[in-house]
């Protein structure tokens, strides 16, 4: 009996260790199969902007490929552009479109006074509207988007949220840019920029704001039909503010990858859950780090809209910023 029962002991003793090795080799699996589902994860956001760069027709690419030997690795940048109107409309609108590290191009004509107020005229599939003065002169309109766009630009440098492991400190930037250069003579442009540079000295953050084309001058004058050398000046200009005021920032790889499919999709509009389930798709793992990569492209890129705490909008996500204006106007 007494053997019988060592040998039951025996038995249970490796029962017990081969429930131990079991238990410690389902561990290592796991552990396995989560930096493999990570390394998977990655696989498919890199995919999915090969996909992107694929497509791109060969002629055009071998130009990009050409650009991009030809010059500095940090001497170059990649801009979204977003195109508004003088309407009063799109006044309204400014603050839905600044985000933080913005250039914001401020276009007037040297032909028109500052003093005075400018016409508009709507343009629809019916035909043209008759024109009509606004209320507002042209000063009042560049000086009013010039302070929508300081006030907010820097009420959102330096944004970050704990749980978003991201800290961008870009700063925003503004220019002015005169046209129709060759229809007013060096006296007019004179003129302007001296009642300009007043206007702009009364406040800190404008100065700050405002790249000036030389000392004194905030306005940089362009004939665009002839004025070569003074339009590569405004390049020259702009390139070098991207270069000083815009911080180089590292994003994950899989949010690059879902703001290349949703530009790829060309889809305006988009329900929350679709979104997600596109993002999951890219790599992005759970809710909240969706969350915070939609917070970082309405709020720091600048290209889609997002508004989770407006009634109404909490479900939508618009990556056609066009689409607002077209229903607007």
Same mark, same amino acid.
């Given at each position: 009996?007494?053997? $019988?029962?060592?040998? *039951?002991?025996?038995?249970? $003793? ?12 389902? /561990? ?22 090969? #996909? ?70 709507? /343009? ?10 606004? $209320? ?11 302070? $929508? ?15 978003? +492991? ?51 001058? +905030? ?6 039909? /002839? ?17 000083? #005021? ?18 790829? /999709? ?47 909008? *909490? ?15």
């Amino acid at each position: 009996e007494t053997s $019988s029962t060592d040998s *039951e002991n025996d038995e249970t $003793s490796d029962d017990l260790h081969s429930v131990s090795v079991d238990a410690e080799e389902h /561990r290592n699996i796991s552990q396995n199969d989560s930096t493999k589902h990570d390394d998977d994860l990655k696989t498919k956001a890199i995919d999915e902007i090969s #996909k992107v760069v694929e497509k791109i027709p060969s002629k055009k690419k071998r130009q990009y490929i050409s650009n991009i030997q030809n010059i500095d690795k940090d001497n170059h940048a990649v801009l979204q552009i977003i195109d508004t109107g003088g309407q009063p409309e799109f006044h309204e609108m400014l603050p839905a479109l600044i985000t933080g590290p913005a250039v914001n191009l401020l276009v007037f004509k040297l032909t028109e006074e500052l003093q005075s107020r400018y016409s508009i005229t709507y /343009r629809s599939s019916d035909g043209n509207s008759e024109p009509y003065l606004t $209320s507002l002169t042209h000063e009042e309109v560049i000086f009013r988007s010039l302070s $929508s766009i300081a006030c907010l630009c820097y009420n959102t440098v330096g944004w970050n949220f704990d749980e978003l +492991p991201i800290q961008d400190n870009s700063e925003p930037a503004a220019f002015l840019i005169a046209t129709y250069r060759d229809c007013v003579d060096g006296e007019k442009v004179d003129t302007v920029n001296d009642h300009l540079k007043h206007r702009i000295q009364t406040s800190a953050e404008l100065c700050n704001l405002i790249q000036f084309s030389a000392p004194g001058k +905030p306005a940089f004058a362009i004939d665009t039909t /002839r004025d070569q050398n003074e339009i590569e000046d405004l390049r020259k200009s702009l390139h070098n503010v991207i270069n000083t #005021k815009f911080q180089d920032i590292k994003v994950p790889v899989s949010w690059c990858a879902l703001s290349l499919k949703l530009k790829r /999709r060309k889809q305006s509009l988009y329900t929350y859950q679709t979104c997600f389930k596109l993002a999951k798709e890219s790599g992005i793992k759970d809710e909240d780090d969706f969350k915070a990569v939609l917070w970082f492209l309405h709020n720091r890129a600048g290209t889609i809209m997002y508004y989770p705490d407006v009634k109404g909008l *909490e479900d939508i996500i618009i990556t056609n910023i066009q689409l607002v204006f077209d229903r607007i106007t």
